[in-house]
Protein backbone atom coordinates (compact mmCIF):
# COMPACT_ATOMS: atom_id res chain seq x y z
CA UNK A 1 0.00 0.00 0.00
CA UNK A 2 1.24 3.31 -1.24
CA UNK A 3 0.35 5.16 1.77
CA UNK A 4 2.53 3.23 4.48
CA UNK A 5 5.28 2.86 2.73
CA UNK A 6 7.09 5.70 3.81
CA UNK A 7 6.16 4.59 7.25
CA UNK A 8 7.38 1.05 6.83
CA UNK A 9 10.84 2.38 5.66
CA UNK A 10 10.92 4.81 8.54
CA UNK A 11 9.77 1.99 10.74
CA UNK A 12 12.58 0.09 9.41
CA UNK A 13 15.26 3.27 10.51
CA UNK A 14 13.46 3.21 14.03
CA UNK A 15 14.73 -0.21 14.45
CA UNK A 16 18.09 0.25 12.87
CA UNK A 17 18.65 3.13 15.47
CA UNK A 18 17.17 1.59 18.33
CA UNK A 19 19.70 -1.57 17.87
CA UNK A 20 22.53 0.84 17.35
CA UNK A 21 21.63 2.59 20.66
CA UNK A 22 21.62 -1.06 22.24
CA UNK A 23 24.85 -1.58 21.18
CA UNK A 24 26.33 1.59 22.04
CA UNK A 25 24.46 1.14 25.64
CA UNK A 26 26.55 -2.29 25.69
CA UNK A 27 29.87 0.27 24.98
CA UNK A 28 29.63 1.80 27.60
CA UNK A 29 28.46 -0.30 30.22
CA UNK A 30 31.09 -2.32 29.58
CA UNK A 31 34.00 0.82 28.89
CA UNK A 32 35.83 -0.76 31.91
CA UNK A 33 35.50 -4.14 31.61
CA UNK A 34 38.22 -6.79 31.33
CA UNK A 35 36.90 -9.80 31.50
CA UNK A 36 34.85 -11.82 28.57
CA UNK A 37 33.65 -14.99 27.86
CA UNK A 38 36.09 -15.41 25.26
CA UNK A 39 39.29 -13.86 27.46
CA UNK A 40 40.67 -10.51 27.74
CA UNK A 41 38.87 -7.01 27.93
CA UNK A 42 35.78 -6.48 26.19
CA UNK A 43 35.91 -4.95 22.39
CA UNK A 44 33.64 -2.19 21.41
CA UNK A 45 30.94 -3.44 19.04
CA UNK A 46 29.32 -1.12 16.19
CA UNK A 47 26.68 -1.82 14.14
CA UNK A 48 26.92 -2.31 10.15
CA UNK A 49 23.54 -0.70 8.14
CA UNK A 50 22.83 -1.61 5.00
CA UNK A 51 20.28 -0.49 2.60
CA UNK A 52 17.78 -3.25 1.31
CA UNK A 53 14.86 -2.65 -1.29
CA UNK A 54 11.65 -1.89 0.20
CA UNK A 55 8.79 -4.40 0.18
CA UNK A 56 8.84 -7.26 -2.92
CA UNK A 57 11.58 -6.19 -5.77
CA UNK A 58 8.71 -8.03 -7.83
CA UNK A 59 6.01 -6.23 -6.90
CA UNK A 60 6.92 -2.73 -7.12
CA UNK A 61 8.32 -3.69 -10.39
CA UNK A 62 4.69 -4.60 -11.90
CA UNK A 63 3.19 -1.64 -9.98
CA UNK A 64 5.54 1.53 -10.37
CA UNK A 65 9.67 1.84 -11.58
CA UNK A 66 9.98 4.26 -8.82
CA UNK A 67 9.19 2.74 -6.01
CA UNK A 68 11.69 -0.50 -6.66
CA UNK A 69 14.61 2.26 -6.13
CA UNK A 70 13.22 2.82 -2.25
CA UNK A 71 15.02 0.78 -0.10
CA UNK A 72 14.89 0.10 3.90
CA UNK A 73 17.48 0.20 6.56
CA UNK A 74 18.47 -3.03 7.67
CA UNK A 75 21.12 -4.03 10.54
CA UNK A 76 23.11 -6.63 8.61
CA UNK A 77 25.79 -7.32 11.36
CA UNK A 78 27.23 -6.01 14.49
CA UNK A 79 30.83 -5.91 14.14
CA UNK A 80 33.52 -5.63 16.26
CA UNK A 81 36.29 -3.29 17.11
CA UNK A 82 39.92 -4.66 16.10
CA UNK A 83 41.66 -1.61 17.49
CA UNK A 84 44.35 -2.97 20.02
CA UNK A 85 43.21 -2.52 23.72
CA UNK A 86 44.17 0.38 26.19
CA UNK A 87 47.25 -0.44 28.74
CA UNK A 88 46.88 1.34 31.55
CA UNK A 89 49.11 1.07 34.34
CA UNK A 90 47.66 -0.89 37.83
CA UNK A 91 49.94 -3.25 39.44
CA UNK A 92 47.02 -3.75 41.74
CA UNK A 93 44.49 -4.83 39.62
CA UNK A 94 43.78 -8.48 39.32
CA UNK A 95 44.32 -8.54 35.57
CA UNK A 96 47.49 -6.70 35.69
CA UNK A 97 50.46 -8.32 33.45
CA UNK A 98 53.60 -9.13 34.53
CA UNK A 99 54.77 -5.76 33.88
CA UNK A 100 51.67 -4.17 35.71
CA UNK A 101 49.49 -3.37 32.82
CA UNK A 102 46.12 -4.10 32.53
CA UNK A 103 44.88 -4.52 29.28
CA UNK A 104 41.43 -2.29 29.15
CA UNK A 105 38.68 -2.09 26.21
CA UNK A 106 39.37 -0.01 23.29
CA UNK A 107 36.16 2.22 23.90
CA UNK A 108 36.05 5.24 24.16
CA UNK A 109 33.29 6.64 26.85
CA UNK A 110 32.95 10.41 25.17
CA UNK A 111 32.99 9.04 21.32
CA UNK A 112 30.51 6.71 22.41
CA UNK A 113 28.45 9.30 24.05
CA UNK A 114 28.48 11.37 20.84
CA UNK A 115 27.94 8.52 18.82
CA UNK A 116 24.46 8.35 21.36
CA UNK A 117 23.45 11.67 20.47
CA UNK A 118 23.95 11.04 16.62
CA UNK A 119 22.12 7.77 17.36
CA UNK A 120 19.27 9.76 19.56
CA UNK A 121 18.99 12.49 16.52
CA UNK A 122 18.78 9.94 13.70
CA UNK A 123 15.45 8.43 15.53
CA UNK A 124 13.66 11.62 16.44
CA UNK A 125 14.18 12.10 13.06
CA UNK A 126 12.63 9.61 11.59
CA UNK A 127 10.00 9.53 14.30
CA UNK A 128 9.44 12.71 12.33
CA UNK A 129 9.39 11.26 9.69
CA UNK A 130 6.24 8.67 10.18
CA UNK A 131 4.26 11.67 11.72
CA UNK A 132 4.75 14.21 8.74
CA UNK A 133 3.68 10.80 6.65
CA UNK A 134 1.01 10.75 8.99
CA UNK A 135 -0.20 14.07 8.33
CA UNK A 136 -0.08 13.58 4.87
CA UNK A 137 -2.35 10.52 5.03
CA UNK A 138 -4.80 12.93 7.50
CA UNK A 139 -4.86 15.75 5.48
CA UNK A 140 -5.51 13.24 1.94
CA UNK A 141 -8.71 12.37 3.87
CA UNK A 142 -9.82 15.97 4.31
CA UNK A 143 -9.93 16.15 0.24
CA UNK A 144 -13.47 17.47 -0.57
CA UNK A 145 -14.48 17.64 3.56
CA UNK B 1 -35.41 33.17 -34.52
CA UNK B 2 -38.42 31.63 -36.92
CA UNK B 3 -40.90 28.89 -35.02
CA UNK B 4 -39.16 26.29 -37.58
CA UNK B 5 -35.59 27.20 -36.89
CA UNK B 6 -36.60 26.13 -32.79
CA UNK B 7 -38.60 23.44 -33.69
CA UNK B 8 -35.44 21.92 -35.85
CA UNK B 9 -33.14 22.23 -32.68
CA UNK B 10 -35.12 21.20 -30.34
CA UNK B 11 -35.96 17.80 -32.51
CA UNK B 12 -32.10 17.77 -32.22
CA UNK B 13 -31.50 17.92 -28.93
CA UNK B 14 -34.27 15.29 -28.32
CA UNK B 15 -32.03 13.04 -30.68
CA UNK B 16 -29.33 13.40 -28.78
CA UNK B 17 -30.77 12.42 -25.89
CA UNK B 18 -32.11 9.31 -27.29
CA UNK B 19 -28.74 8.49 -28.83
CA UNK B 20 -26.92 9.28 -24.75
CA UNK B 21 -30.00 7.05 -23.47
CA UNK B 22 -29.25 4.39 -25.34
CA UNK B 23 -25.58 4.62 -25.16
CA UNK B 24 -26.09 4.67 -21.17
CA UNK B 25 -28.21 1.49 -21.91
CA UNK B 26 -25.71 -0.28 -23.66
CA UNK B 27 -23.19 -0.01 -21.48
CA UNK B 28 -25.57 -0.66 -18.65
CA UNK B 29 -26.00 -4.23 -20.27
CA UNK B 30 -22.30 -4.70 -20.59
CA UNK B 31 -21.51 -3.76 -17.25
CA UNK B 32 -24.48 -5.48 -15.24
CA UNK B 33 -23.07 -9.34 -16.46
CA UNK B 34 -19.46 -8.50 -16.25
CA UNK B 35 -19.84 -7.84 -12.56
CA UNK B 36 -21.68 -10.77 -11.86
CA UNK B 37 -19.58 -13.03 -13.77
CA UNK B 38 -16.34 -11.91 -12.63
CA UNK B 39 -17.44 -12.03 -9.05
CA UNK B 40 -15.95 -8.56 -7.50
CA UNK B 41 -18.54 -6.78 -7.20
CA UNK B 42 -18.41 -3.64 -5.49
CA UNK B 43 -19.81 -4.88 -2.26
CA UNK B 44 -17.25 -7.57 -2.34
CA UNK B 45 -14.53 -4.87 -2.59
CA UNK B 46 -15.99 -3.26 0.06
CA UNK B 47 -16.39 -5.82 2.57
CA UNK B 48 -12.84 -6.93 1.61
CA UNK B 49 -11.54 -3.77 2.41
CA UNK B 50 -13.58 -3.66 5.82
CA UNK B 51 -11.92 -6.91 6.76
CA UNK B 52 -9.16 -5.58 6.08
CA UNK B 53 -9.14 -2.63 8.16
CA UNK B 54 -10.77 -5.00 11.00
CA UNK B 55 -7.65 -7.37 10.43
CA UNK B 56 -5.16 -4.12 11.16
CA UNK B 57 -7.38 -2.85 14.53
CA UNK B 58 -7.13 -6.34 15.50
CA UNK B 59 -2.77 -6.45 14.87
CA UNK B 60 -2.94 -3.25 16.11
CA UNK B 61 -4.79 -4.40 19.53
CA UNK B 62 -3.18 -7.41 20.24
CA UNK B 63 0.43 -5.44 19.93
CA UNK B 64 -0.69 -3.33 22.32
CA UNK B 65 -1.27 -6.09 24.56
CA UNK B 66 1.93 -7.98 24.07
CA UNK B 67 3.31 -4.75 24.95
CA UNK B 68 2.02 -3.82 28.25
CA UNK B 69 1.88 -7.40 29.34
CA UNK B 70 5.55 -7.16 28.73
CA UNK B 71 5.62 -9.96 25.95
CA UNK B 72 7.06 -7.55 23.17
CA UNK B 73 8.98 -4.54 23.79
CA UNK B 74 8.57 -3.38 20.42
CA UNK B 75 7.34 -0.05 21.10
CA UNK B 76 7.94 1.85 17.85
CA UNK B 77 6.19 -1.28 15.64
CA UNK B 78 3.31 -1.22 18.21
CA UNK B 79 2.92 2.81 17.73
CA UNK B 80 2.89 2.40 13.75
CA UNK B 81 0.82 -0.52 14.00
CA UNK B 82 -2.18 1.62 15.96
CA UNK B 83 -1.55 4.73 13.74
CA UNK B 84 -1.76 2.53 10.97
CA UNK B 85 -5.04 1.18 11.83
CA UNK B 86 -6.06 4.73 12.93
CA UNK B 87 -5.52 6.02 9.03
CA UNK B 88 -7.09 3.26 7.88
CA UNK B 89 -10.31 3.29 10.04
CA UNK B 90 -10.20 7.00 8.99
CA UNK B 91 -10.03 6.46 5.60
CA UNK B 92 -13.07 4.00 6.08
CA UNK B 93 -15.00 6.37 7.59
CA UNK B 94 -14.93 8.57 5.21
CA UNK B 95 -15.91 6.18 2.60
CA UNK B 96 -18.66 5.10 4.62
CA UNK B 97 -19.38 9.10 4.73
CA UNK B 98 -19.46 9.52 1.08
CA UNK B 99 -21.57 6.57 0.64
CA UNK B 100 -23.93 7.88 2.76
CA UNK B 101 -23.88 11.04 1.37
CA UNK B 102 -24.80 9.51 -2.11
CA UNK B 103 -27.22 7.96 -0.98
CA UNK B 104 -29.11 10.72 0.48
CA UNK B 105 -28.86 12.67 -2.30
CA UNK B 106 -30.52 9.80 -4.40
CA UNK B 107 -33.40 9.90 -1.84
CA UNK B 108 -33.95 13.90 -2.35
CA UNK B 109 -34.25 13.44 -5.58
CA UNK B 110 -38.13 14.62 -6.62
CA UNK B 111 -39.51 11.44 -8.56
Known sequence: ?145 | MSISTAKSAAQEVLAQMREIQSETRKRADLGAPAASEGGSSFMEHLKSGLAEVNEMQKRADSMAMDLSSGKNDNLHETMLATTQAELTFNLMVQLRNRALEAYQEVMRMPV
Open chain 1, 1 to 145: MGMFKSMAISGSALSANRLRMNTLSANLANANTTRTEEGGPYKRRDVVFSATPAGSAFEDFLNDTNGAQLSKVKVVGIHEDTKEPRMVFDPTHADANADGYVAMPNIQVMTEMVNMLAATRAYEANATAVNEAKQMAIKTLEIGR
